[in-house]
């Protein structure tokens, strides 16, 4: 009796031992990719754009668990992917450009290019004397250390042949950037135009009667400016993960455009202390006049101009006097975009 029930015992160990074994080979077989990104800024409309491929599940149809926080400026995620902080980031092509050219053993790439318009401007008071870049010397200025517009000041300079050494440059917190405009301790303020216009509504201010905008890309900076991008480590290592969260991102963008009160629902699901109203009407306007290009319509959403990226790299080369020029493909990787048929080739 006794043998019999250690051999009992013994069978029943053993499938407890089988069915646990089974259950671990099937967890690591269904396993998610983590996939950290980091994004552009605070929480605000446009990236519900992104937030619905989380909450509609596209990532997780594609094995992958996506992990967002906040940003601290579109130039900042750049060097957090270049370091390892990140895998991703929804950061601007241009501080990769320039990294590309410093150190193109660490910096990452570009794979779905999301603002196909140069938002980068100077923003002054409607009744300030700066009526064009030719009248920066001589005044000062403010932005955020990581602002895309303020990184790109050197370019603009050159472009324009004025003497940025006679510009006063004041580095501020970005939340300060208006109220610091609209109290004169600055003359102009460096951001991107939609963030600048709906940051000001939030205070008061009515961007359409007290403010002027001063377009780099009125003065020949036809740049590209905010795309997904992945580390190098995670697109050798895993490229499907890169299509795959690409696909949900692709989806995610339809949905968004179709119904941009779910999107801007998504942010405020993130963040409730937004205020919906202003929050729609700055992803209206960024869909307008930040994704919206011509060339769309030839490329699909999400790819690039060769020749169009190839200026702007020239651009930000020889006004930074970078030490290398980098190649489209180490700015650049469409391998992993959706197919053009599945992307969008009009913003409606």
């Known amino acids: 009796m006794a043998n019999h029930q250690m ?5 029943m160990l053993a499938l407890a031992a089988a069915t646990a074994l089974s259950a671990l080979t099937g967890t690591a077989a ?37 992990t967002f926080d906040q940003g601290n400026g579109s130039g900042a995620g750049v060097p957090l992917v270049a370091n390892g902080a ?22 990452p790439v570009g794979v779905f290019m999301m603002y196909s318009q ?16 030719a009248d920066f010397p001589g005044h000062t200025l403010g932005g955020a250390a990581n602002d895309g517009a303020l990184k790109l000041f050197p370019a603009l300079c050159s472009i324009t042949k004025i003497d940025c050494t ?60 905010n795309a997904i991008i992945a580390s190098k480590k995670l ?6 993960a890169v299509k795959g969260f690409l696909r949900a991102i692709n989806k995610s963008i339809k949905d968004a455009i179709k119904d941009p009160d779910a999107a801007i629902a998504a942010v405020q699901k993130r963040e409730p202390l937004i205020k919906p109203a202003i929050e729609r009407e700055r992803f209206d306007a960024t869909i307008a006049n930040e994704m919206n290009h011509d060339e769309i319509a030839k490329i699909g959403f999400g790819d690039v101009d060769d020749a169009r990226l190839g200026k702007s790299i020239d651009i930000i080369v020889k006004a930074k006097e970078l030490p290398r020029t980098p190649a489209l493909t180490e700015v650049f990787d469409r391998s992993f975009l959706p197919a053009k048929d ?5 913003m409606n």
């Not at 051999?7 to 069978?11: E, G, I, N, Q, S």
């Open 30 to 66: 269904h396993a998610e990719t983590s996939i950290k990104m980091v994004l552009n800024w605070k929480y605000e409309g446009p990236q519900g754009l992104l937030f619905l491929a989380e909450d509609k599940g596209y990532f997780k149809e594609e094995g992958l668990d996506v």
């Open 118 to 133: 140069p938002p980068f401007t100077v923003a002054v008071k409607a009744d300030s004397p700066i009526k064009s870049p």
């Open 235 to 240: 697109v050798k290592d895993n490229p499907d």
């Open 166 to 225: 006679k510009v006063n440059i004041t580095n501020m917190q970005p939340n300060l950037r208006e109220q610091m405009l609209m109290k004169g301790q600055v003359e102009g303020v460096f951001g991107y135009v939609n963030t600048i216009r709906f940051s000001s509504k939030l205070i008061g201010v009515d961007p359409d009667k007290e403010l002027r905008f001063i377009r780099y890309g009125d003065y020949g900076m036809d740049l590209y400016s």
């Open 7 to 11: 051999k009992t015992r013994a069978r």
């Open 86 to 107: 990140y895998d991703m980031a929804f950061g601007d092509i241009n501080a990769l450009i320039e990294l590309a050219a410093k150190k193109p053993e660490d910096a």
């Open 342 to 346: 599945d992307r969008l080739t009009v």
